[in-house]
């Protein structure tokens, strides 16, 4: 009782229950939520469950789609909203205000941090299991282990460009800034899948393990190929680059992976960005 006590007179936990609220709010919020739910929803309702593909039928397939739906909506989403976050509240001499109150700089950071964590992954978690829940009732079979790691690769892929929005957001001086970079930061890690390597790596002779090394650092490269692991075990829609990744490492390990390090990735840039943001003048 004591340690609950002490959490929610926390500094950060106040700051986390501001922002919830604030985005309880905000329109783009339920926009966003109900886009998520609507999708799954119409996804239902266009009898996608009754198709196959690769020996995938049901919610197997349901969950393939959402999960590449996801890649291409939640990075960008997650940048463009929470890029100004820092950098908004100095602008608007709403951190000045803030900060005369007895709250530490790494409490209002990391405060909006999970703030913002919580309230992008949980609508996307609820849609994925609202999914679920109704095939379960519907009888049909539900893949509780790919749901299972199908909601881990959201929550490290959302937990990496949050930490990635924290970092610019401290960093920029001014929202255009903040906004302009997170968009050509979401352009070069689109432009650096796949197709893009392929063509670096038959112009310039490249060694194929370095490529493929290379856009492994790409957080949207990992994901992709976690989802196709999961969807397709032999990756077959990757062609010849499936054959270096899989004798490389095994499938349980890549997945490992896939989890792990954009979550490593987001937390280094998140403690980067609220150094920074500890160390200059925020004001």
């Not at 790691?149 to 610019?168: P, V």
């Not at 392929?198 to 856009?215: C, E, H, N, P, S």
Request: glycine share 6%; aromatic share 16%.
């Amino acid at each position: 009782m004591k340690k609950l006590k002490k959490i929610v007179s926390s500094t950060w936990f106040q700051i986390l229950n501001t922002d919830v609220r604030q985005h309880l709010r905000s329109k783009w919020f339920w926009t966003y939520s109900i886009l998520f739910g609507g999708f799954v929803a119409a996804m239902f309702s266009t009898g996608i469950t009754e198709s196959q593909i690769i020996g995938f039928v049901g919610l197997s397939r349901l969950m393939v789609t959402f999960m590449q739906i996801s890649m291409v909506i939640l990075p960008i989403y997650v940048l463009i909203t929470t890029v100004r976050s820092v950098v908004g509240d100095r602008e608007s001499n709403v951190m000045e205000y803030i900060l005369s109150l007895p709250i530490s700089f790494s409490g209002y950071f990391w405060g909006k941090f999970i703030a913002r964590f919580l309230m992008t992954y949980i609508p996307v978690f609820i849609a994925l299991l609202g999914a679920a829940v109704y095939g379960s009732f519907t009888e049909l079979s539900v893949p509780w282990d790919l749901f299972a790691l199908y909601s881990a690769l959201l929550a490290s892929m959302i937990f990496c460009f949050l930490g990635i929005s924290m970092f610019i957001s401290s960093v920029a001086s001014t929202q255009d800034l903040a906004i302009s970079t997170a968009f050509i930061l979401w352009l070069i890690l689109v432009a650096f899948l796949d197709l893009i390597l392929m063509g670096l790596m038959l112009k310039l002779r490249m060694d194929a393990g370095m490529v493929i090394g290379f856009g492994m650092l790409n957080p949207l490269q990992v994901f992709r190929t976690a989802v196709l692991v999961l969807f397709d075990p032999e990756l077959t829609v990757m062609g010849t680059a499936s054959y270096y990744i899989l004798d490389t490492v095994k499938r349980e390990l890549f997945i490992l992976f896939a989890i792990a390090y954009p979550i490593l990735l987001g937390l280094f840039l998140g403690m980067a960005g609220n150094r920074y943001f500890r160390k200059h003048d925020i004001i």
